[in-house]
C-alpha cells in the first residue's frame, strides 16, 4: 500500500487527475472506485464521493466477517471432527477387528457395520482421497467456466435456505454499491455498468446487464432488475417505490440496510443450529 500509494502521489504530481492516477493500479483501487472519483472529481464534490467509497467499502467488509464469522466454526468443527472419525475408522477399527474375529463370538449388526466400514476405509481410502481432490479440483475449473458457473449458480438458488441466503448476499452487494454510486454522481446506466463488473461472471452479472440495457431503452430501473428473477422481491419493491417517490438513492440504502439485517440474522440461526448439531454427529 505505502509503495501504491507513493506512485499515486507521483502520478499527481506529474498532472494525472486522482482518477486516472487510480485507474492504473486496478488491484489496488478497483475500477468501481476509480469510476467514482472520476464522478467527484468532475462534479466537485470529492470529498463526499470518498466519504462514501470508504462507507461502501466498510460495508462490503462487515459482509465478508459476518459470512465468514458464522461459517468459520462449524467448518473446523467438521474438518477435525471428520479427520478424527477417519482417523478412528481407517487405523483403529481394523486393529480391533482382529480381536474380536479371533474370539469368533457372534457380534451385533451395528459392530459388524462399523467393523466393514474402517476395513472399507482403511482398503480404499486413499482413492476416495484422490477422487475427493479431482473433483474439488474439476468444481474450481467449472466455476471458472462462465457457462458452468451459471448451472451450478442455478442449483445454488434452487437449494433451500441456502439459494435465498446467496441471492440476500448478492443483491446487497449490489444495492450498496448502486447506492454509492448514485450518491457520488453517477448516472444510472454507468452505476449499472459498474455493478457488472463488481459482480463479476454469473446470473446476477447477467441481471445487472439486462436492466443496464433495458434502462437505455427507457423502462424503469425495478421492472428491468425484476425482469432476470434472482434479485430479492423485497429489494426490488423497494426500489420501486424509490423510484416512483424520487428518492433512489435513499431506498437504495434502506434495502442494502434491510438485507445486511436479514442475512445476519440467518446466520446467527443457521450458527446456533450448526454448532450442537455438528457436535452431536461427530459423537
Known amino acids: ?35 467514482m472519483v472520476e464522478a467527484g472529481e468532475t462534479s466537485g464534490a470529492l470529498d463526499k464521493v470518498l466519504l462514501r467509497i470508504a462507507d461502501h467499502a466498510e ?15 462449524p467448518a473446523i468443527m467438521a474438518i477435525i471432527g471428520s479427520g478424527i472419525v477417519t482417523f478412528l475408522l481407517a487405523y483403529v477399527v481394523p486393529q480391533v477387528s482382529r480381536v474380536f474375529a479371533e474370539a469368533g463370538h457372534g457380534l451385533p449388526l451395528p459392530t459388524r457395520v462399523l ?9 480404499f481410502g486413499p482413492a476416495a482421497l484422490l477422487v475427493g481432490l479431482a473433483a474439488t479440483l474439476g468444481a474450481r475449473l467449472a466455476w471458472a467456466n462462465p457457462t458452468a458457473k451459471r448451472r451450478m449458480e442455478k442449483v445454488v438458488l434452487a437449494t433451500p435456505w441456502v439459494g435465498r441466503l446467496s441471492r440476500d448476499v448478492q443483491t446487497a452487494r449490489v444495492t450498496h454499491t448502486l447506492a454509492t454510486l ?13 455493478c457488472r463488473s463488481a459482480a463479476g461472471q454469473g446470473l446476477f452479472a447477467d441481471a445487472v446487464e439486462l436492466a443496464r440495457t433495458e434502462i437505455s431503452e427507457g ?3 425495478a421492472s428491468s432488475l425484476e425482469a432476470s428473477a434472482v434479485l430479492s422481491p423485497m429489494a426490488v419493491d423497494m426500489i420501486r417505490v424509490g ?8 431506498m437504495l440504502n434502506s434495502a442494502a440496510h434491510s438485507l445486511d439485517e ?3 440474522l440467518r446466520l446467527d440461526m443457521a450458527a446456533s443450529v450448526l454448532e450442537p448439531a455438528i457436535v452431536v454427529a461427530m459423537a
Do not use: H, W
Not at 182 to 194: I, M, N, R, Y
Not at 243 to 250: I, M, Q, R
Open 115 to 123: 467393523m466393514s466400514l474402517g476395513q472399507a476405509i482403511s482398503a
Open 243 to 250: 423510484e416512483k417517490s424520487s428518492d433512489l438513492e435513499n
Open 182 to 194: 448514485l450518491g457520488g454522481g453517477v448516472t444510472v446506466v454507468a452505476a449499472l455498468a459498474a
Open 59 to 73: 460495508s462490503a467488509a462487515r459482509l465478508r466477517a459476518k459470512v465468514q464469522g458464522a461459517l468459520a466454526y
Open 219 to 221: 423502462r424503469p430501473l
Open 262 to 264: 436479514e442475512i445476519r
Open 1 to 35: 500500500m505505502q509503495a501504491s500509494l507513493t506512485t499515486l502521489r507521483a502520478q499527481i504530481v506529474e498532472g494525472a487527475g486522482l482518477a486516472q492516477a487510480m485507474s492504473t493500479m486496478p488491484a489496488v483501487f478497483p475500477p468501481i472506485y476509480a469510476g
